[in-house]
């Protein structure tokens, strides 16, 4: 069975970082490109950044070019977002998602909040 | 940049009756679009890859149609569990969403 799992979320301050994590199971791990979409609270879905399968490959959105960076380590089967100089707008929960080609996700997390506030 | 027009912004139906979801891109490019259910509180789901394609588990009643820059979301008869919110994403561009609500 499929399985994503985030974790890592919580409080921070204004100017702050946070590194949130997916576990995934179930799958080839290492053959698949993953993605992170936020939603803040009462909003829609917004990209957030992607990785390919080896890493060399990673894509921002320009809301969080240069604050947030992508990795992972496929000996784990994780990924990683790790946000700096954080803003009350990067209040969401995080959601990380398998991708099945060209953005296209079909297996989510269940996401994690993220809230930045003094 | 593509932006996703979804249209309407809320649909009010009754149980047992067709709806049918809008998504208009702004620009016409040959990259499939996908849509995805979101219920309160949850993590959205696939419901249609590729344009057309249902994911897996999905039953039949959904369907996705379209090219260029119109394309549709049909629930061909709405069951109890299908009130919720749609989505279409192409590429790293997300819809606004549609609602889909209880008559």
């Known amino acids: 069975e499929v399985q994503v799992v985030e974790s890592g979320g919580g409080l921070v301050q204004p100017g702050g970082s946070l590194r949130l994590s997916c576990a995934a199971s179930?799958?080839?791990?290492?053959?698949?490109?993953m993605t992170w979409v936020r939603q803040a609270p009462g909003k829609g879905l917004e990209w957030v950044a992607n990785?390919?399968?080896?890493?060399?490959?990673?894509n921002y959105a320009d809301s969080v070019r240069g604050r947030f960076t992508i990795s992972r380590d496929n000996a784990k089967n994780s990924v990683f977002l790790h946000l700096n100089i954080l803003r009350a707008e990067d209040t969401a929960v995080y959601f990380c998602?398998?991708?099945?080609?060209?953005?296209?996700?079909?297996?989510w997390g269940q996401g994690t909040l993220v809230t930045v506030s003094s | 940049e593509i932006v996703l027009t979804q249209s309407p912004a809320t649909l009010s139906l009754s149980p047992g009756e067709r709806a049918t979801v809008s998504c208009r891109a702004s620009?016409?490019?040959?990259?499939?679009l996908a849509w995805y259910q979101q219920k309160l509180g949850q993590a959205p789901r696939l419901l249609i890859y590729?344009?057309?394609k249902r994911a897996t588990g999905i039953p039949t009643r959904f369907s996705g149609s379209g090219s260029g820059t119109d394309f549709t979301l049909t629930i061909s008869s709405l069951e109890p569990e299908d009130f919720a919110v749609y989505y279409c994403?192409?590429?790293?561009?997300f819809g606004g969403g549609t609602k889909v609500e209880i008559k």
């Open positions: 998602g398998r991708n099945l080609g060209f953005e296209q996700l079909d297996y």
């Open positions: 179930g799958f080839s791990f290492n053959s698949y490109w």
């Open positions: 990785i390919n399968q080896d890493g060399s490959e990673l």
């Open positions: 620009q016409s490019v040959n990259i499939p």
């Open positions: 590729d344009t057309f």
């Open positions: 994403q192409q590429l790293t561009n």
